[in-house]
């Protein structure tokens, strides 16, 4: 069956919770009947089979992310939702301070299984529901972070993010859910996929290579996946063979396919969309560098965000958000 | 101040066994007897890091845990040892902690701030001020949600009601009707901020009626007054009428942390709390009853000092980490 990345979530959430009756919903609006199923409609109507397992909670970030913590620790297996990665700010106590780290402080002894849903990426909202957050948890040792660009991986990392022990931060772009109604979001990009019938997981921690290419890898997750597959369809007509990687984990990264090839290609574009100062692309460049900078034909080339808040007009928004245009320019510098 | 030295009468225990007493009684002792033996060895250099001692507010940790059940939870705070001790963690486990040991109860991992053993019914006891208050708040939720009877008793102090995690905490606790005592240790002081300076309110419990849950202000140092309050908040929690807020006024005869020499305590306020010191207060009824002698007492002071220079030098024992340990039960 073709289902958008909403409706790919929405199945894995029902299954892991028909699967196991631990796995609840916890969040703002997921289960208002008559509602919308949390912002961008991926709960959309699971109250009706889950009565007991949908939690809607008070505007209350930090605390409900300490309460999903608080259960998980317990035994249950909590998934929240946040409706705007940009309130994840607002849980920061929580996750970094205590999801994150009671495992360790413990000596081992705790167990924090829980996931932790949120849309990101600039979507004519002006700048507090723009924020590409991912950053601020890559590096927060004991939080895993997986970012899926098309509906087969955000069901597959979503149920692998239900199964893993750790604490799971899934990051989804608003232009890639494929909402619809009144929910349906201006500038939507396609990334539905077929779904098997049948249970299956995307392990966390790996990244897919969606094009093959010889002559430069281009890295990057969400929309700017779609936009480098973008770009490199145009590189091909100039007789550039990129190599399109989808990161997709960024906590941890997965050094190996990612090695495979940039030792393949000896040149890297890395393309993130939010600012490009302290963003994950500087982590990921660094860490290129150390791997396998011997291989490096090139130096590597970041195409991000100028540092700035994400702006509201629109010709500003499509200038803040990195274009198949500038991935293009990236790549021609290097050849 | 009330210049009276205050003592729990004969009238209030006669209805309770010598050894449940004297049980309350020894473990307040061995509480003190830590925190002191703590200090020295801070102070003397042997001990590394830092602490938040809790003398004086034993009556708090002693009186609150002996109501619970062994399965039942609690959470803490950054000043979590008096906590740890009443939960049922030994001397033994905490000190090779607080020593840095690989064997201590978090591994030498968490240190004084994080001790905790989740077998005896105690999280890692968490720093951030109110941090703790949605943590209880998610294992009540987890008790009611899987229908078992634990309770959990959430202990914070007065400094914690100014943070939002609690109002969020509370909140979500009243919301659900959930299993959790929400224990206010109110010392009167955040680190060397006086509570009068950071609320308009004369009392933490007015907060109660904000939630919509019942409250109940209990004299602190005492701790038979704490143990019933505390009976009856997890009986209310069992029958699913939850969450319920005390505040229990106490005082901490000792500094926020390390060489803190409490400068900010007027001289009258803290000689007025030394004629309410909780383990004298039990002391002084214990007493007048006709089974209990101070020889009693004595020797259970004896006994517990016996016990923690013990401790001590089998925790100097223990092994220390060993490096391959640094990076191990990050991930689970």
């Given at each position: 069956?073709?289902?958008?990345?909403?409706?790919?979530?929405?199945?894995?959430?029902?299954?892991?919770?028909?699967?196991?009756?631990?796995?609840?919903?916890?969040?703002?609006?997921?289960?208002?009947?008559?509602?919308?199923?949390?912002?961008?409609?991926?709960?959309?109507?699971?109250?009706?089979?889950?009565?007991?397992?949908?939690?809607?909670?008070?505007?209350?970030?930090?605390?409900?992310?300490?309460?999903?913590?608080?259960?998980?620790?317990?035994?249950?297996?909590?998934?929240?939702?946040?409706?705007?990665?940009?309130?994840?700010?607002?849980?920061?106590?929580?996750?970094?301070?205590?999801?994150?780290?009671?495992?360790?402080?413990?000596?081992?002894?705790?167990?924090?299984?829980?996931?932790?849903?949120?849309?990101?990426?600039?979507?004519?909202?002006?700048?507090?529901?723009?924020?590409?957050?991912?950053?601020?948890?890559?590096?927060?040792?004991?939080?895993?972070?997986?970012?899926?660009?098309?509906?087969?991986?955000?069901?597959?990392?979503?149920?692998?993010?239900?199964?893993?022990?750790?604490?799971?931060?899934?990051?989804?772009?608003?232009?890639?859910?494929?909402?619809?109604?009144?929910?349906?979001?201006?500038?939507?990009?396609?990334?539905?996929?077929?779904?098997?019938?049948?249970?299956?997981?995307?392990?966390?921690?790996?990244?897919?290579?969606?094009?093959?290419?010889?002559?430069?890898?281009?890295?990057?997750?969400?929309?700017?996946?779609?936009?480098?597959?973008?770009?490199?369809?145009?590189?091909?007509?100039?007789?550039?063979?990129?190599?399109?990687?989808?990161?997709?984990?960024?906590?941890?990264?997965?050094?190996?396919?990612?090695?495979?090839?940039?030792?393949?290609?000896?040149?890297?574009?890395?393309?993130?969309?939010?600012?490009?100062?302290?963003?994950?692309?500087?982590?990921?460049?660094?860490?290129?560098?150390?791997?396998?900078?011997?291989?490096?034909?090139?130096?590597?080339?970041?195409?991000?965000?100028?540092?700035?808040?994400?702006?509201?007009?629109?010709?500003?928004?499509?200038?803040?958000?990195?274009?198949?245009?500038?991935?293009?320019?990236?790549?021609?510098?290097?050849? | 101040?009330?210049?009276?030295?205050?003592?729990?009468?004969?009238?209030?225990?006669?209805?309770?066994?010598?050894?449940?007493?004297?049980?309350?009684?020894?473990?307040?002792?061995?509480?003190?007897?830590?925190?002191?033996?703590?200090?020295?060895?801070?102070?003397?250099?042997?001990?590394?890091?830092?602490?938040?001692?809790?003398?004086?507010?034993?009556?708090?940790?002693?009186?609150?845990?002996?109501?619970?059940?062994?399965?039942?939870?609690?959470?803490?705070?950054?000043?979590?040892?008096?906590?740890?001790?009443?939960?049922?963690?030994?001397?033994l486990?905490?000190l090779t902690?607080?020593f840095?040991k690989?064997t201590?109860?978090?591994?030498?991992?968490?240190?004084?701030?994080?001790?905790?053993?989740?077998?005896?019914?105690?999280?890692?006891?968490?720093?951030?001020?109110?941090?703790?208050?949605?943590?209880?708040?998610?294992?009540?939720?987890?008790?009611?949600?899987?229908?078992?009877?634990?309770?959990?008793?959430?202990?914070?102090?007065?400094?914690?009601?100014?943070?939002?995690?609690?109002?969020?905490?509370?909140?979500?606790?009243?919301?659900?009707?959930?299993?959790?005592?929400?224990?206010?240790?109110?010392?009167?002081?955040?680190?060397?901020?006086?509570?009068?300076?950071?609320?308009?309110?004369?009392?933490?419990?007015?907060?109660?009626?904000?939630?919509?849950?019942?409250?109940?202000?209990?004299?602190?140092?005492?701790?038979?007054?704490?143990?019933?309050?505390?009976?009856?908040?997890?009986?209310?929690?069992?029958?699913?009428?939850?969450?319920?807020?005390?505040?229990?006024?106490?005082?901490?005869?000792?500094?926020?942390?390390?060489?803190?020499?409490?400068?900010?305590?007027?001289?009258?306020?803290?000689?007025?709390?030394?004629?309410?010191?909780?383990?004298?207060?039990?002391?002084?009824?214990?007493?007048?009853?006709?089974?209990?002698?101070?020889?009693?007492?004595?020797?259970?002071?004896?006994?517990?000092?016996?016990?923690?220079?013990d401790a001590i030098e089998d925790a100097r024992q223990e092994p220390?980490?060993?490096?391959?340990?640094?990076?191990?039960?990050?991930?689970?």
């Amino acid at each position: 069956m073709r289902l958008s990345i909403a409706e790919a979530l929405r199945s894995a959430i029902a299954e892991e919770m028909r699967r196991d009756p631990a796995v609840f919903c916890l969040g703002e609006d997921i289960g208002v009947p008559g509602g919308w199923g949390g912002a961008f409609t991926v709960t959309l109507g699971l109250e009706k089979e889950f009565q007991d397992r949908m939690i809607d909670t008070p505007i209350s970030e930090n605390g409900f992310f300490g309460v999903a913590t608080g259960a998980a620790i317990l035994g249950m297996r909590p998934i929240v939702d946040v409706q705007y990665g940009d309130f994840l700010l607002c849980a920061m106590d929580q996750i970094h301070s205590n999801a994150s780290m009671l495992r360790y402080m413990s000596g081992g002894a705790v167990k924090v299984p829980m996931v932790m849903r949120a849309p990101v990426g600039a979507t004519g909202r002006g700048a507090q529901h723009a924020r590409n957050t991912e950053r601020f948890f890559v590096g927060a040792p004991g939080i895993k972070v997986v970012a899926p660009s098309t509906a087969y991986d955000a069901k597959g990392l979503l149920k692998a993010a239900v199964r893993d022990d750790n604490p799971v931060m899934i990051f989804e772009h608003k232009l890639l859910y494929g909402s619809k109604g009144a929910r349906a979001e201006t500038g939507t990009v396609d990334a539905t996929s077929e779904i098997p019938d049948e249970d299956y997981v995307v392990p966390l921690g790996t990244a897919a290579i969606r094009r093959q290419g010889t002559q430069v890898t281009i890295l990057a997750w969400l929309l700017m996946a779609h936009f480098s597959l973008t770009a490199a369809q145009q590189l091909e007509t100039e007789g550039i063979d990129a190599e399109v990687v989808d990161v997709r984990s960024l906590s941890p990264f997965d050094y190996d396919t990612i090695g495979e090839s940039v030792r393949k290609t000896g040149r890297v574009v890395i393309v993130e969309e939010g600012p490009k100062t302290g963003g994950i692309a500087a982590e990921l460049a660094a860490g290129i560098m150390e791997r396998f900078g011997d291989s490096l034909l090139a130096p590597i080339e970041r195409v991000a965000s100028p540092d700035i808040p994400a702006p509201f007009a629109p010709v500003l928004e499509n200038a803040y958000r990195p274009s198949p245009q500038r991935i293009c320019e990236a790549a021609r510098r290097l050849l | 101040m009330n210049q009276e030295r205050l003592y729990i009468s004969l009238e209030r225990l006669t209805p309770y066994s010598k050894e449940f007493l004297l049980g309350l009684y020894e473990r307040m002792a061995l509480i003190r007897e830590f925190e002191e033996q703590v200090k020295y060895l801070f102070l003397a250099g042997s001990m590394p890091g830092t602490i938040h001692q809790c003398q004086g507010q034993e009556a708090t940790a002693v009186g609150v845990c002996s109501a619970l059940a062994p399965q039942d939870y609690i959470t803490s705070t950054h000043r979590p040892h008096g906590h740890a001790l009443a939960k049922g963690l030994t001397p033994l486990e905490i000190l090779t902690e607080l020593f840095g040991k690989g064997t201590g109860c978090c591994k030498g991992k968490g240190g004084s701030m994080h001790i905790g053993n989740m077998e005896k019914g105690m999280p890692p006891a968490i720093a951030i001020v109110a941090g703790g208050i949605p943590i209880a708040t998610g294992m009540a939720l987890a008790n009611k949600m899987q229908k078992r009877q634990e309770v959990v008793a959430c202990f914070f102090g007065d400094g914690a009601t100014s943070e939002g995690a609690f109002h969020e905490g509370v909140n979500m606790g009243a919301i659900w009707n959930l299993p959790v005592i929400y224990v206010c240790e109110n010392n009167f002081y955040g680190a060397s901020t006086h509570v009068s300076k950071v609320t308009r309110k004369e009392s933490v419990i007015d907060r109660a009626s904000g939630y919509g849950i019942p409250g109940h202000t209990i004299e602190g140092n005492d701790v038979l007054a704490v143990y019933e309050a505390t009976r009856q908040a997890a009986e209310e929690c069992r029958k699913g009428r939850g969450p319920v807020l005390l505040e229990l006024l106490t005082y901490r005869m000792t500094g926020h942390s390390r060489r803190d020499p409490c400068l900010y305590q007027p001289k009258e306020e803290r000689e007025a709390w030394g004629r309410r010191d909780p383990i004298e207060v039990l002391g002084r009824g214990l007493v007048l009853r006709d089974d209990i002698q101070e020889s009693d007492l004595e020797r259970i002071r004896n006994k517990v000092n016996q016990e923690i220079m013990d401790a001590i030098e089998d925790a100097r024992q223990e092994p220390e980490p060993t490096l391959a340990d640094l990076t191990t039960d990050v991930y689970a």
